[in-house]
């Protein structure tokens, strides 16, 4: 049983209370911190089959061994988050194995194909920057102590992905011709897909309570800025094209195409050219998830059954 | 329904060098104590440790906390004592 009200804890949050198990928790509180987690945790897990089916087109032994480490990386996360989740009593079995595909909370990127070296080093460059924003953030703000602990070890090797993806950005960079060309057409999905990914703007967004709560300290609109802030001079530094520049007046990044529009993934196109949709339309495409959506899930869980089976 | 693949949780305690204390570092799920060791050791590789340990969750004693993960270990009293 809770020892607080949802206002006496966020309060307490506010002096800059720390939590330690879930008895402290209100029920908004566990809530929130479910949703969170469940989201960092299906990430994490989602991102290994999409790298792993990609590391396929690894170059040499040497590049198989890095992409091979980061997907290594992002399961030994997974399996932290989950944990996490285990302590505040949801079962890891049924988020992991009981599941349809598509109740999986990670975001609509995870659903793609990465279908080529380059399409891998821009997810590293692009995606796992964004892990780094979003969970950077919630190292240093989360109000639950045993994530800010876990977030330690995670911080740490995003920030190796996000390594391995610019070193070898900007080595296709500098090789122009075909591996620029190919570069640049990741760059045109995979800009827009992480723009999308930060969710919906702040003027549109309900009150989630996870910023009354310090789970994190950015809004998706600063999660954005920051992400921009050292993604838009990366690849123009490259001499890379992105739909979006620096406005001085406004003092912040802004974006050159119509937010949120809408996708076409057999084309890996955003359709600019259709305009603006709406927010509800956005969540209709995620909801039907994207390509690899049941490809993915099956290929992280489709031994247990038949090695449990052995074993008993 | 318990299967083959049924897991425990242990907790994971490192060092980084010789001087440094024992350090609370994370947890793992793994069905015994042999697997236990390597599931750490590879999940928990983001430092060349000097010493790591495992230890089972249950094993966890808690001396003056009455929550937290552990504290269902705490003994009864023994009437009388």
Redesign the interface.
């Known amino acids: 049983m809770t020892p607080y009200t949802e206002d006496e804890l966020k309060k307490k949050i506010r002096g800059g209370y720390i939590l330690?198990?879930p008895?402290?928790m209100t029920p908004g509180y566990r809530k929130a911190l479910i949703v969170q987690l469940t989201v960092q945790a299906d990430t994490e897990l989602m991102s290994a089959p999409a790298y792993w089916f990609a590391a396929r087109h690894a170059p040499s032994t040497n590049t198989q061994v890095s992409a091979h480490a980061i997907i290594?990386d992002e399961l030994?996360h997974a399996?932290?988050a989950y944990?996490l989740l285990?302590?505040l009593g949801v079962s890891?079995e049924h988020l992991v194995y009981g599941r349809e595909p598509h109740e999986f909370k990670h975001p609509y990127g995870f659903d793609q194909p990465l279908d080529n070296w380059a399409e891998l080093v821009v997810a590293n460059g692009f995606f796992d920057r964004a892990g780094i924003c979003l969970l950077g953030d919630v190292h240093r703000n989360t109000s639950y102590g045993p994530l800010k602990?876990?977030l330690v070890?995670v911080d740490?090797?995003e920030t190796f992905h996000l390594r391995h993806g610019e070193v070898w950005m900007r080595r296709l960079a500098r090789a122009g011709g075909a591996a620029t060309e190919l570069l640049q057409r990741c760059v045109d999905w995979m800009f827009p897909m992480t723009i999308e990914w930060f969710g919906l703007p702040d003027d549109l967004k309900h009150h989630s309570g996870q910023l009354d709560y310090k789970l994190k300290g950015l809004t998706n609109d600063e999660l954005r800025q920051v992400w921009m802030s050292s993604t838009v001079p990366l690849c123009e530094g490259l001499g890379l094209s992105v739909p979006a520049h620096y406005d001085e007046e406004a003092d912040e990044y802004v974006l050159e195409y119509p937010f949120p529009c809408e996708y076409d993934p057999g084309a890996k196109r955003w359709l600019f050219e259709d305009g603006e949709i709406t927010w509800g339309a956005v969540f209709e495409r995620w909801k039907g998830r994207g390509p690899m959506n049941e490809i993915y899930v099956d290929s992280v869980r489709r031994s247990?059954a038949s090695?449990?089976s052995?074993?008993? | 329904m318990r299967t083959g693949l049924d897991e425990g949780v242990y907790e994971v305690f490192a060092r980084k060098s010789r001087g440094e204390p024992l350090r609370h570092i994370g947890y793992i799920d793994a069905p015994g104590d042999e697997l236990a060791r390597v599931y750490a050791w590879k999940t928990y590789d983001e430092e060349n440790w000097f010493e790591m340990c495992v230890v089972p969750r249950g094993a966890v004693i808690p001396v003056n906390r009455v929550e937290g993960p552990w504290a269902k270990n705490v003994p009864e009293e023994t009437p009388g004592s």
């Open positions: 330690e198990s008895e402290e290594q030994a399996n932290i944990r285990e302590d890891k602990r876990a070890k740490m090797e247990r090695v449990a052995w074993l008993n």
